[in-house]
């Protein structure tokens, strides 16, 4: 499975941004869909996850409620529409994929990334 994240860019706190995440290869549709993210001197951090057939979602405590996460299956593609960008949302997004399709938050438990796709908010 190969991964390609895109979307990213410079935005003003309070805008809007949604990143794509296209996936590539075998049984992608079975596969969970998360959303990391990784700050300059910070450590890799979870912020959403799908599972397979979009009947479960999960979200890290800093987004709920101004994120969401979603996947189109016909298109291989899963989407991270990122509201109310606050300044510290700031950092490289990176896509995952995990073959067992459920929901999951360690990125341990991620199989497959993406390259990353920068968003930064300035304030």
């Known amino acids: 499975v190969q991964l390609q994240a895109s979307g990213g860019g410079l935005v003003q706190a309070g805008d809007s941004l949604r990143l794509s995440c296209v996936a590539s290869?075998?049984?992608?549709?079975?596969?969970?869909m998360g959303w990391f993210r990784q700050a300059p001197g910070k450590e890799r951090e979870f912020v959403a996850c799908?599972?397979?057939?979009?009947?479960?979602?999960y979200y890290a405590d800093s987004v709920k409620g101004r994120f969401t996460i979603s996947r189109d299956n016909a298109k291989n593609t899963a989407y991270l529409q990122m509201n109310s960008l606050k300044p510290e949302d700031t950092a490289v997004y990176y896509c995952?994929?995990?073959?067992?399709?459920?929901?999951?938050?360690?990125?341990?438990?991620?199989?497959?990334w993406g390259q990353g796709t920068q968003v930064t908010v300035s304030s």
């Open positions: 995952g994929a995990n073959e067992r399709g459920g929901i999951y938050a360690n990125a341990d438990d991620f199989h497959y």
């Open positions: 290869g075998r049984n992608v549709y079975r596969h969970s």
């Open positions: 799908i599972s397979r057939f979009s009947t479960s979602t």
